[in-house]
């Protein structure tokens, strides 16, 4: 993938797939330390132990129209690749918390890419879900939570449109206060 | 600077859409398949390039969704069209151009686009 907020779209469907109904994800750059940390964690059904120690291999998946899953172990592999760290915790009935951390000049990081599309796509596309958004830079911080927005919008879908472009202008806009600051 | 006080304004807008609209109208659902592969084959480009056109072409009733992976990923991104009334439409080996195509000429004109479906190939 291009794009490390693809790998995010991908990982965060795993959340969805696990029923999960609240969803945090963070994406933080530290530019003194050097790194770039992806945090995507959730409430839903959550892996056995067993499991759990096979889900870096792509031949571990509970998926039934292809036999292998590729989202994990290619997350896994570009930590590995830009000299970073990989983890998964996940407890049955409690949910998953997935952490991938990249160095963040690495020459191979591949870029952030269009976060505010990856998350306006899942908002939009998963009205039943709660998500919260963190992006930080360095020690400052933008958050997007939908609990709030949907108690503003009172019943209208967040698959209008409209509300898909302001999620993603929101977003951006708050993106580049954080990096100019 | 956009804050969360906007979305009043878009709720506002939205409703009054809403009731203009005829009752017994359906909406026209778009589902985009956004699995791993469909991801890797350019999934969300597609998504986003369906959202830009109905917004910018004022559409009511029309919304955009996703689906895991239907299972036929030589063939992503798949996105299958549900115009009120009317039969689905499975297109194939989506593109964001492809995806503005679809919106003028089957969204709004009604024409489906046969060379970018799956009935197509058989
Ligand atoms: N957040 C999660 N909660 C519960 N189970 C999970 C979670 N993430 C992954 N899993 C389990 O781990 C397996 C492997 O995940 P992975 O994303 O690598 O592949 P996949 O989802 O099966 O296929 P793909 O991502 O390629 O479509 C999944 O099939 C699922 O059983
Ligand atoms: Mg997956």
Redesign the pocket.
Known sequence: MKELSLNIL??A???I??N?DLIYITVHENISENYLKII?S?N????SKE?LKT??D?F????KT?K???????LKLVTEQTDGAFS?Q?EIGV??V?TAEFTLNHIDRPPLGDIEQTISTLISCNEHIDFVFTRKVNKNEFVLDTREIKKILNGVSLSEPDIIIWIQEYIKENENNLLEE | MKSLADLEAIRQKTINKVNLRNENEGDTRIVVGM???GIAAGARPVMQAFVEEIQKRNLNGVYVSQT??VGLCKFEPIVEVYLPGKEKVTYINMTAEKAAKVVNEHIVNGNVISEYTIGNLE
């Not at chain 1, 839903?44 to 892996?47: P, R, V």
């Not at chain 1, 571990?60 to 998926?63: D, E, G, L, N």
């Open positions: 991908d990982i469907q795993n959340s797939s696990a999960a995507i959730d839903g059904k959550g892996m499991f889900v870096t792509p571990s998946t509970t998926r292809r292998v899953g590729m989202g994990i172990s290619l998964i996940s949910g998953t997935v | 699995a791993t592969c895991g992976c």
